[in-house]
């Protein structure tokens, strides 16, 4: 069956670090992946897009890899901030079927200290 | 330049009601996606629409469940004769194209069923 797994343990990181969160997936063929963001009692906020052919996408302090081959999706965020507390989603398409509608994971929640 | 709109924020209806969900994509976007979000899971896809169009509906339940967006005016969820398990927080979500294309979300509407 598909999966997409994120972590679902927090991530504790100390202010100024770099914080790494995965996403997994299984018996999917993406053409593209997404990360997006989810403060609690809100709607996710898009980050990044990154297409099947893109190897990494770069936003300020966000970098986003696709490795089609581990089937596996690093989202990387330098020089953290407590304001970077949140969860974060990532989300992949279903590929055929034609709609290429996203799938989210459950989300990995990001604490930074100060 | 606004956002996706949702309206109402809350909502609280009684078992066998018809709850109405609104969304205003934004500006120029003609593509609109609702989406459901239990506490502690991932968003679940439930329906895609174009104007006057339903593209897929493939996550929609086939009772009691239906979705519009008309060439004039805002998306409509409708749900009908609400049970408890009905209580949820409703997203929509809009894009410049298709699915392929990154997604914004509006706040959400949490529905209460009692």
């Known amino acids: 069956s598909q999966k997409i797994e994120q972590n679902s343990e927090a991530l504790n990181i100390q202010e100024g670090k770099t914080a790494t969160l995965t996403c997994n997936y299984t018996?999917?063929?993406?053409?593209?992946l997404q990360w997006y963001r989810q403060d609690p009692g809100r709607g996710p906020v898009f980050l990044l897009l990154?297409?099947?052919?893109?190897k990494e996408k770069r936003k300020e302090r966000l970098k986003v890899t696709f490795d089609t081959t581990l089937k596996q999706s690093l989202f990387h965020i330098t020089a953290s901030q407590p304001a970077d507390s949140a969860t974060y989603l990532c989300?992949?398409?279903?590929?055929?079927?034609?709609?290429?509608?996203?799938?989210f994971g459950r989300g990995t929640s990001l604490i930074v200290h100060p | 330049n606004a956002g996706v709109m949702q309206n109402p924020r809350h909502l609280v209806r009684r078992r066998g009601q018809e709850a109405r969900l609104r969304c205003s994509p934004m500006?120029?976007?003609?593509?609109v996606y609702w989406y459901r979000q239990l506490p502690e899971e991932g968003l679940k896809f439930m329906v895609y629409?174009?104007?006057?169009?339903?593209?897929?509906e493939s996550g929609m339940p086939k009772e009691r469940f239906s979705a519009e967006f008309p060439k004039e005016g805002p998306s409509i969820l409708r749900i009908q004769q609400v049970v408890r398990g009905d209580s949820a927080a409703y997203f929509c979500?809009?894009?410049?194209?298709?699915?392929?294309?990154?997604?914004?979300f509006g706040p959400g509407t949490r529905l209460t069923v009692t």
């Open positions: 979500a809009s894009s410049p194209g298709g699915a392929r294309y990154e997604q914004y």
């Open positions: 018996n999917y063929s993406p053409a593209y």
């Open positions: 990154i297409r099947e052919n893109e």
């Open positions: 989300a992949l398409d279903r590929g055929s079927g034609g709609s290429y509608i996203p799938t």
């Open positions: 500006k120029g976007h003609s593509h």
């Open positions: 629409l174009q104007k006057e169009n339903i593209i897929d």
